[in-house]
C-alpha cells in the first residue's frame, strides 16, 4: 500500500520560513514527477512546484524566488523549502506523487498526501 506522509506545517510570522517534507512509503519501483499544491479556504487546489525524477523544476509565478522544491529519489521524499512567507501564502499544503509503480504491479497512478496546514500570520 503506497502512502504519502507529510511534516512540517504550521503557523509562522510573515517573512518567516518552513520547510515540509513529503515521503512515499511502501513498496515502490519507481516515481515520476512530484508536486506540491496547495488550497485555501473556499478556493481550488493549485499547483505550487513540480519536479521531475531528472530535477527538473516547475514554480507557480507567485512563489517563484521564495520556495524551493527537490527531492532525495533515494529516500522516495519530497522537499518545499519556503521563504519570505507571506499571509497569502496560508493554505492547506498537499503532496502528489505522479506515475507511481507500485511492486509487482504494471500499472501507474497518481498518490496525494493528507495534506499539512501552513499559516502565516501579519
Known amino acids: 500500500q503506497v502512502q504519502l506522509v507529510e511534516s512540517g506545517g504550521g503557523l509562522v510570522q510573515a517573512g518567516g520560513s518552513l520547510r515540509l517534507s513529503c515521503a512515499a512509503s511502501?513498496?515502490?519501483?519507481?516515481?515520476?514527477?512530484m508536486a506540491w499544491y496547495r488550497q485555501a479556504p473556499r478556493k481550488q487546489r493549485d499547483l505550487v512546484a513540480d519536479?521531475?525524477?531528472?530535477?527538473?523544476?516547475n514554480y507557480a509565478d507567485y512563489v517563484k524566488g521564495r520556495f524551493t522544491i527537490s527531492r532525495d529519489n533515494a529516500k522516495k521524499t519530497v522537499y518545499l523549502q519556503m521563504n519570505d512567507l507571506k499571509p497569502e501564502d496560508t493554505a492547506v499544503y498537499y503532496c502528489?506523487?505522479?506515475?507511481?509503480?507500485?511492486?509487482?504491479?504494471?500499472?501507474?497512478?497518481?498518490?496525494w498526501g493528507q495534506g499539512t496546514q501552513v499559516t502565516v500570520s501579519s
Open positions: 502528489l506523487a505522479k506515475s507511481v509503480q507500485p511492486a509487482g504491479s504494471m500499472l501507474r497512478r497518481d498518490y
Open positions: 511502501g513498496s515502490i519501483v519507481s516515481i515520476s514527477g
Open positions: 519536479i521531475t525524477s531528472a530535477g527538473t523544476t
